[in-house]
């Protein structure tokens, strides 16, 4: 009897013992699994969080570019999103770190361009200059140094070495035409010894050559001799100093001068300080002249925007050179009809 219960008994136990083994062992291989995993994934949160972008020293990127070998121009890349966020700062401690490291001359003098643009971005423009021009020590021909060079010169009105510039531009092929006569319009206007009249002879004669500068033309003729300007006003073309024309102030506009000017005529009758034309064919001026011969005033006014012929991009406020394309004298206008705006108002811009 007992040996049957335990011939019975036997197999059964042993089924039980297997099958206890069996879930232990897998209940022990997948709570460690669990547990690897987790911990893989802790592993790779630090990580990730270390290497977030911007969380990194400037340090950390010598060491990726040193130690795990990250290519040169990764690092380039990762130092950029700094650029992209307007992190000028940051972008250049990486840029001077990597310097110290970079033994390679052309990789040196990439860095040395990213380090000159960035801090030319950032405003820094007197470092930027030492900086290009530490390049041009090493490299004369590099295009891109000379002609930030040139623009640097011009911010910081080192008007006679943006003319070095622009003939060593010229020396290398480039096409400096629209610089020369720039930069000659903005050497004659700056001019601290010439008297204003001289100026103003010089400028107008170099108008006559070349078009291109005729708005720093128009603006120093208004700012300096405005007698001249409206003796000369018709061999200017209005349409393109529209906003100028449109700012004047009443008192320097001479009315006797415009006589049958038909745009003049239906520029200030939009403004309101003529009454001289009923309708024009221009939208904007036709609106205005018509809400103020209504009764009621209604207050309505322009408002300017400049769109560069270069990069096509638009710029609320006139400037020489394009900010983003740094082309000159390429911005074209455009108005636009805005309401609610009074006169008052106007004036005080
Ligand atoms: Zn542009």
């Not at 041009?136 to 006679?160: D, Q």
Request: some cysteine.
């Amino acid at each position: 009897m007992d040996s049957l219960v335990l011939e019975y008994r036997d197999p059964l136990f042993g089924i039980i013992v297997l099958f206890t083994l069996i879930f232990f062992i897998s209940f022990i291989t997948y709570s460690f699994s669990l547990y690897k995993e987790r911990r893989a994934r802790r592993d790779y949160r630090k990580l990730l969080k270390r290497f977030e972008i911007g969380k990194l020293k400037e340090e950390d990127y010598v060491h990726l570019y040193k130690t795990y070998n990250l290519p040169f121009d990764s690092i380039l890349l990762l130092a950029s999103t700094f650029l992209h966020k307007g992190d000028y700062n940051k972008a250049i401690s990486v840029y001077l770190a990597l310097l110290e490291h970079v033994t390679d001359r052309v990789k040196k003098e990439e860095v040395l361009e990213l380090l000159g643009t960035t801090y030319f971005k950032g405003g820094f423009m007197q470092r930027s200059r030492e900086i290009f021009l530490r390049i041009l020590k090493f490299s004369p021909r590099n295009l891109k140094a000379l002609k930030y060079l040139l623009i640097i010169n011009e911010k910081l009105k080192e008007y006679s070495q943006a003319k070095e510039v622009v003939e060593c531009l010229d020396e290398l092929g480039s096409d400096t035409k629209k610089d020369k006569v720039f930069i000659e319009a903005l050497i004659i206007i700056n001019d601290p010894v010439e008297s204003f009249e001289k100026k103003g002879e010089k400028l107008y004669s170099l108008f006559k050559e070349n078009q291109l500068i005729e708005r720093l033309v128009v603006q120093y003729f208004i700012q300096y001799n405005k007698e001249f300007f409206w003796e000369h006003f018709e061999e200017f073309n209005l349409k393109k100093i529209v906003d100028i024309l449109w700012y004047l102030n009443f008192d320097d506009i001479n009315f006797d001068k415009i006589g049958n000017n038909k745009f003049l005529n239906e520029l200030y009758s939009a403004k309101g300080y003529l009454k001289t034309a009923s309708h024009s064919d221009d939208f904007v001026f036709d609106v205005l002249i018509a809400l103020n011969n209504h009764e009621h005033k209604v207050p309505a006014s322009i408002d300017f925007e400049f769109i560069c012929s270069s990069c096509k991009h638009t710029h609320p406020i006139f400037d020489t050179r394009c900010p983003r394309c740094h082309d000159i004298l390429s911005f074209n206008i455009k108005y636009y009809l805005v309401k609610g705006i009074s006169e008052a108002n106007q004036s005080l811009q």
